[in-house]
């Protein structure tokens, strides 16, 4: 295994920043790895909620030609993105969850749209794939911001939610990223040496990891980062809501040994975030349902102290992500402070076990 830190904030809705350096970066660190270089071409990548639209919504039951032909326009508005520049993919949700039709994300900060919720889909049965790309694969991400314009369907007599017997519904999940994106990852592949067999979001992928059995339990999981956090709602292992808080570690320490002091004032924003998603899914994405439990993964876990105060802010059990119990790694010892940072890495790995 390797750990290795690549430019800030590379990440961009168009496609990532910096490529030949991080290219440069990913190949050395294959090749100091331990406890061996680690030889394998097929790479797993996982995106970052912030350059991902998604969303979880009911439409209406169609025969399967017909959901094929009317879905990409209904994705399209919910995501509000045009077609012709993005890579998407969609699902039918099994879930206890019932969407409030048109229920729009409410904002962060004023005048700040937040995503609203996510599932997953696997990459080689993606629509809109870009060049030889293969679609999005078990992404599940934040709806956010797009410089694209909505696509809409000509006809409007095309099946919506609102059309036809309201007792026949599903509850669809899709997720769509920028081919400029996608391509930007193919190159980076390339460059690095690499064969991208797969692309994820990474609260799934940490989500896997983090969530021992599919018993449907709704969680929500918060992954505090250096750079920033995130804060995820789950439904067993399958995310619903995901949203981005520019809060990281980095605002308190780059070094965690003690306890820290006055945490809940100083992740006030973390805090105020968990408020804000847990009362847009308990109202428009699950109502009638309760959040039962709270993970904690990345460098925040950590924090001697991050549990007790996670608890008394939200009352809610919390525990912290072990990704490594279901991994064996022989006489090679994780150090205790890195295991956390590998959840989203387990997960890749899992997705294909």
Known sequence: MALAKIPVNPWKTDGLVDVDKIAAII?????????????????????PESVIFSATFPFQDLPPHELKEALPFEIAEKLSINLEEYCFD???????????ENSAPAPTKPGEKTPATKPVQPLDSAQGKSSESAPLDNARGKQGKSDGTTTKPEDSAAPTAETGDPAKRLTIFAVAAKKSLIDSLLELCEKAGLELAAIDVKPGAIARAA????????????DMGMGGTS????????????????????????????????????AAPVFDE??????????????????????????????????????????????????FTSVDTGRYK???????TFADAIGLAMRVA
Request: aromatic share 4%; proline share 8%; with cysteine.
């Open 27 to 47: 190949r050395q660190a294959l090749a100091e790895a331990h406890p061996h270089p680690i030889t394998t071409k097929r790479a797993m990548v996982a995106l």
């Open 274 to 323: 968990l408020v804000h998603i847990s009362k847009f899914f308990e109202n428009r994405i699950c109502p009638g349902h309760k959040i039962e439990e709270l993970i904690i993964s990345g460098s925040g876990a950590t924090i001697p102290n991050v549990v007790d105060v996670f608890h008394q802010e939200t009352g809610l059990p919390v525990a912290l992500s072990t990704p």
């Open 231 to 266: 804060a995820s709602i789950l439904e067993g292992k399958s995310l619903r809501v995901t949203a981005t808080i520019p809060w990281g570690i980095h605002a308190i320490t780059n070094v965690i040994t003690e306890p820290v002091e006055n945490l809940r004032d100083k």
């Open 334 to 340: 994780v150090p205790p402070e890195m295991a956390h």
């Open 90 to 100: 969609y699902e039918e949700v099994t879930s206890k969850c019932r969407p409030i």
């Open 211 to 222: 969530v021992k059995n599919e018993d449907g339990k709704i969680r929500l999981l918060v």
